[in-house]
Nanobody, 125 residues
Framework: QVQLLESGGGLVQAGDSLRLSCAAS????????MGWFRQAPGKEREFVAG????????YYKDSVKGRFTISRDNAKNTVYLQMNSLKPEDTAVYYC??????????????????WGQGTQVTVSS
C-alpha cells in the first residue's frame, strides 16, 4: 500500500517562502511521476507542478512559473515543492500525488494513482 505524507504547510505573509515535502512509503518511488496539486475553497483541484520519475523533466502551472520549484530525492523517497514570493491567491490545500509505472509526466489529476491527505497553505496579504 503506497502512502504519501505531506508536510511543511502553514500561515505566511505575502512574499514569504515555504517548502512542502511529500514522503512516500510502500512502493517503488523511483518509478513514480510526482505531482503537486492544490484546491482552494469553492474551486476545483488544479495542477501546480510535476516532475518525471527520473527528475529530468518538470512542468508548472503558468501562474507559479519562476516562483515554485519542484524537485525529488529518490534516495529519500521524497518530493519537494519550494514556493517563493507567495501570493494570497496561492492559498489552498496542497496535495502531492503519484502516478505509478514509469509513465510520462501528466497534468491530469485522474491519471494519478495515489494521493496524500493534503497540507494547508495560507498566504495573508
Amino acid at each position: 500500500q503506497v502512502q504519501l505524507l505531506e508536510s511543511g504547510g502553514g500561515l505566511v505573509q505575502a512574499g514569504d517562502s515555504l517548502r512542502l515535502s511529500c514522503a512516500a512509503s510502500g512502493g517503488t518511488f523511483r518509478s513514480y511521476v510526482m505531482g503537486w496539486f492544490r484546491q482552494a475553497p469553492g474551486k476545483e483541484r488544479e495542477f501546480v507542478a510535476g516532475i518525471s520519475w527520473d527528475g529530468g523533466r518538470t512542468y508548472y502551472k503558468d501562474s507559479v512559473k519562476g516562483r515554485f520549484t519542484i524537485s525529488r530525492d529518490n534516495a529519500k523517497n521524497t518530493v519537494y515543492l519550494q514556493m517563493n514570493s507567495l501570493k494570497p491567491e496561492d492559498t489552498a490545500v496542497y496535495y502531492c500525488a503519484a502516478d505509478d509505472g514509469w509513465v510520462p509526466l501528466t497534468v491530469i489529476a485522474d491519471e494519478y494513482d495515489y494521493w496524500g491527505q493534503g497540507t494547508q497553505v495560507t498566504v495573508s496579504s
